[in-house]
């Protein structure tokens, strides 16, 4: 028997895989593994979602409307303008399959988000990256890169794993520096937890400026729902307009979507998890540069990378297995070319608090 050829490009994915979730052996787990929102959801989401329990049976809204009006005066942005997708994921992978094609070109930064380069494969696209100055996304290194074929160019914002961002500035700067049928996306998926740099914006106004750039946001960040699968762009009337015809039929369930316009009413939550982000993550990193040979470098997303020493039995791979074993979960960031590297994500303050305990009984073990 013969099995199907898939297409060109499709085995050369290396499989996502999620931050893990449990460990063996370990009686309590902390999983810092995956950026999750460290509070949870909102109790309104909560309530909506289990309101929502009744009508299961009904297909959901297709267009998201509700949500997408919420959005809109929520952002004071343009309703038929956004586009709700399953996850931020999605309208990644969907804006990639309507831009690029065998050939193609999809670029972004060295340590850009791994989705990236799987849905260029996907649809037989190649991914290339752009060197990047102090682990931060460089305008003009990116602009080198740029070639004949490029398509799209992507730029997380904060970005992951690496915590860093650049200005609204220089997203201008690389927007006037690309080719006008060369897309932009700039992927704000952390942009709510930016607080007090008066030079950043998520980048809505850039896509209300030109027909070329498009801003991508989620619901699994700041607020807490990464398991319902919601996320949202801002795009172009016209790349609005390509996205709902490639999108599913009934993309987002009906628990997400009520969840969603739910979570958009609780600001008092959301100022709530944006302080403890802010407050936790700065006090860890303190915390864990006072360890010596250790650095948890600058973030301003709700992730702190910290860097461990080459040497053997103390480097990253080991403090991993250290910390997996007693239950606290990181995320190891070789397949981003980190392997120096965990990404651990802000939990609460009681899971931090062990968190860094866990670190320093490995740096004395
Ligand atoms: N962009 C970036 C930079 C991310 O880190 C993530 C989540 N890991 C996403 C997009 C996708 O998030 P989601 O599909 O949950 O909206």
């Known amino acids: 028997m013969t099995a199907p050829t898939p297409r060109p490009g499709i085995l050369d994915i290396a499989p996502y895989v999620g931050g893990k979730s449990s460990s063996a052996g370990a009686t309590r787990v902390i999983k810092l593994s995956s950026n999750e929102g460290a509070l949870g959801p909102s109790p309104k989401a909560i309530e909506a979602l289990q309101k929502s329990a009744t009508r299961l049976h009904r297909y959901p809204d297709g267009g998201s409307d509700i949500l997408r009006a919420k959005l809109a005066e929520k952002y004071d942005l343009e309703f038929d303008q956004i586009v709700c997708g399953a996850g931020s994921d999605e309208l990644i992978t969907l804006l990639i399959r309507a831009y690029a094609g065998p ?48 398509k799209i160019v992507f730029v997380a914002n904060p970005n992951n794993p690496t915590g860093t961002y650049i200005t609204s500035a220089e997203v201008a700067r690389l927007r006037d520096g690309l080719r006008e049928d060369i897309l932009l996306v700039v992927d704000a ?56 015809r490639l999108r599913n039929p009934f993309n987002v369930g009906l628990p997400s979507q009520e969840a ?24 860890f990193r303190e915390e864990i540069n006072k360890l010596s040979g250790l650095k948890a470098h600058p973030s301003y997303g709700n992730f702190v990378m910290v860097e461990f020493p080459m040497a053997e039995g103390k480097n990253a791979d080991a403090a991993n297995e250290f910390m997996m074993a007693r239950g606290v979960i990181p995320r190891k960031i070789g397949a ?23 670190i320093k009984d490995f740096i004395a073990n």
Request: aromatic residues 8%.
């Open 103 to 150: 050939g193609d070109e999809v670029l972004y930064s060295q340590h850009g988000f791994l989705m990236y380069p799987i849905a260029a494969k996907g649809v037989g696209a190649v991914p290339v990256t752009a060197a990047e100055t102090n682990m931060t996304a460089s305008v003009d290194s990116i602009l080198a890169a740029v070639t004949d074929k490029t």
């Open 189 to 244: 998926a952390y942009a709510e937890f930016m607080t007090g740099q008066e030079d950043y914006t998520a980048g809505a106004e850039l896509v209300a400026k030109g027909d070329n750039t498009v801003m991508t946001r989620t619901f699994s960040k700041i607020y807490g729902l990464g398991g319902i699968r919601l996320g949202w762009c801002y795009a172009p009337p016209a790349i609005a307009d390509v996205l709902q």
């Open 260 to 283: 969603g316009v739910a979570a958009l009413e609780d600001d008092d939550f959301v100022n709530a998890c944006v302080r403890h982000n802010s407050e936790t993550r700065e006090w």
């Open 336 to 358: 981003y070319g980190l392997p120096q590297m965990l990404r651990i994500s802000i939990g609460t303050l009681e899971e931090m608090q062990i968190c860094l305990q866990t």
